[in-house]
DNA sequence: AGCTAAATGAATATCATTTTCAATAGGAGG
DNA sequence: CCTCCTATTGAAAATGATATTCATTTAGCT
């Protein structure tokens, strides 16, 4: 289980930023591991709001999570309309994303030609990256054969 | 010149929905051939408010964006923060965009094989692309230089 | 235990974008 | 050219995600 580590590696980040170990900010980090590999945070604030013992509020949420980005556990994976999806990358190798349009399903996938072509690309402009990242919106193949179907 | 020419099959696009052919939304896409090839829609409603004579309010600018992304003519390019950055591709090939997080500059760039080895992905996995958004965050070579100065 | 700065929650603000609604203007038909 | 119907427009208000404010609480040091 490399949630722990995870969280250790947190607790230090946040002692050596002068920042306070709080409950908070772990039982965040344990709700968004239980959530799903995929979130939204007004999605997660409302999971969460509607658990038995409410851990932390809307503010808290939405700044541990930026916090969260900051350490480099989760990043913003997605932007479509004026919603942001997020992943807890918590060990995750790096990957691409397709958006079936149609239901929303997130198909991951990770194409190690892609990721060297683009740092030529990068060389040739003399552009240093930093990150990145691929959308590509479509019709999944489970839609497709719906609408096939009338 | 091709604006003329994307402005008739504008004009075509909308007698075919049923729209009506107005002076406001042939004048917007002027201003946006005019104002540079990305643009967001509060910085453009900025600057055609402070020209002389206003041609057209925020919302009839929102609404025509909106329906030339429809026809075809604009695309979202980048989602950053709150932010997000649009293009008319009048005309344009299509292309994908390396963005300085330092100064905001934007180069744009193609690479046939990127776009080959994406359709391939999409076939492994039978799902239809509609299109696509590849974004490279990181520094260019002119804040690197300057970042290297003191 | 006592002190101080950081964290928290609730309410409020912000910012981009959309919607509402009353007034106006295309454009089809006469 | 006139009339009528409907789409368009502008201004203001609404929305939705996210950020900020500020009073209160808490972590962590002495
Ligand atoms: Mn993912
Ligand atoms: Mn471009
Ligand atoms: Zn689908
Ligand atoms: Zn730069």
Known sequence: MQLEEIKSKFERFLRQKGYKITRGRFEIIDKIADY?????????????????????????????????????????????????????????????????????????????????????VCEEHQFTPLNHRLEIFGICSHCKAKSHED
Chains 1, 2 share one sequence.
């Open 36 to 120: 799903g590999p995929h979130f939204e945070i007004e999605e997660l604030v409302r999971w969460i709001a509607n658990q038995n013992r409410s851990i932390a509020s809307r503010s808290t949420i939405y700044r541990t999570v930026r916090l969260l980005q900051e350490f480099g556990a989760i990043r913003e994976v997605i932007k479509l309309g004026n919603r942001t999806i997020y992943e807890f990358t918590a060990g995750k190798p790096h990957h691409e994303h397709l958006i079936c349009v149609q239901c929303g399903k997130i198909i991951e996938f990770y194409k190690e030609e892609i990721e060297e072509l683009q740092d030529k």
